[in-house]
């Protein structure tokens, strides 16, 4: 029997180390072989010092700590990706916790496919906070609605997918002047090049981002601003516009929440997913602002 396939997992971090060892403390507890994946850890120039979050972890993991000027989460995720020894690179956040089948739920996606994106599921650590609530029903209707295998714009996030380590470098990996999006632009260049996508439901990771108003409306913000920046960026590589969806799409968003639940919570998430896509309009307004403000 052949071996499994070697995974380097690759991760940036930015002066969130406490979130960074309970990320490495479920890293400690995947079922995969040992000898079969390593870590990377790349500080993005973060001013708080992590390796006292990591040195305990350094005899229970194949680790690496690599540390670069800041450049942003994608500028990161390739800077780990250039020193990485795997066949695949699995990527996941800091303030992430993966399932201990995580890489095992991969291998066996890449068996069948070897030459796809595959992503898996990712579950709010929060499910009883609203806002990080709100944010799940979000990413889950996309998943659902806008899967990248059927439909070109749609992408897995950069928390929880794997690829093939040749392929990435060979596409010149994320682009680094995205700090949102960066997932987004990547998927839009491989779907372009006819390359597959592989959906893995069972490879599950806990994203343990527990949000407040003012955090849930800045990240949805920050969602606007970089489709913007990524539609910026597909013009001019001549890929062509990603289409708008319909009215249609944008209201069952927002009645999803309360389809979810039939009680007074299901409207709160609704009016929060109505929130989101307010926030999200406004950072791309605001993105589209600026840049012409920098040309006149």
């Known amino acids: 029997m052949s071996e499994p396939p070697l995974f380097s997992i690759v991760v940036p971090t930015y002066s969130r180390p406490r979130r960074l060892s309970n990320l490495l403390t479920a890293l400690a507890h995947l079922t995969y072989p040992f000898a079969r994946f390593e870590v990377i850890i790349v500080d993005d120039g973060g001013w708080v010092p992590i390796e006292p979050a990591i ?106 997918f794997a690829v093939p380590r040749k392929t990435f470098l060979d596409l010149d990996g994320f682009h ?35 949000l407040r108003l003012c955090s849930f409306l800045h990240l949805h913000f920050s969602y606007g601003g970089g489709t913007f920046q990524f539609r910026r960026r597909c013009a001019a590589n001549g890929l062509g516009p990603v289409k708008l969806s319909p009215p249609s799409w944008y209201v069952n968003l927002v009645l999803s929440g309360i389809r979810a639940h039939r009680s007074p919570r299901g409207l709160v998430l609704s009016l929060l997913l109505l929130a989101t896509q307010a926030a999200y309009s406004a950072g791309f307004l605001w993105a589209a602002a600026t840049r012409r403000g920098r040309k006149s």
């Open 55 to 160: 040195s305990g972890f350094r005899d229970r993991l194949n680790l690496t700590l690599l540390r670069q000027e800041n450049t942003g989460p994608g500028g990161a995720r390739n800077y780990g990706a250039a020193h990485a020894q795997g066949d695949y690179l699995a990527f996941t956040d800091d303030d992430c916790c993966p399932d201990p089948g995580w890489l095992e739920a991969f291998a066996g996606r890449f068996q069948d496919s070897p030459g796809s994106i595959c992503g898996g599921r990712t579950i709010s650590a929060f499910p009883n906070n609203p806002y990080s609530a709100a944010s799940q029903l979000l990413l889950d209707y996309l998943r659902e609605h806008y899967s990248p295998s059927q439909k070109l714009g749609g992408f897995f996030a950069t928390n929880n």
């Open 176 to 210: 680094p002047a995205l700090r949102f999006g960066e997932d987004r632009e990547l998927c839009y260049r491989w779907a372009s090049r006819g390359y597959p996508f592989v959906f893995a439901p069972e490879a599950i990771v806990y994203h343990a981002n527990e």
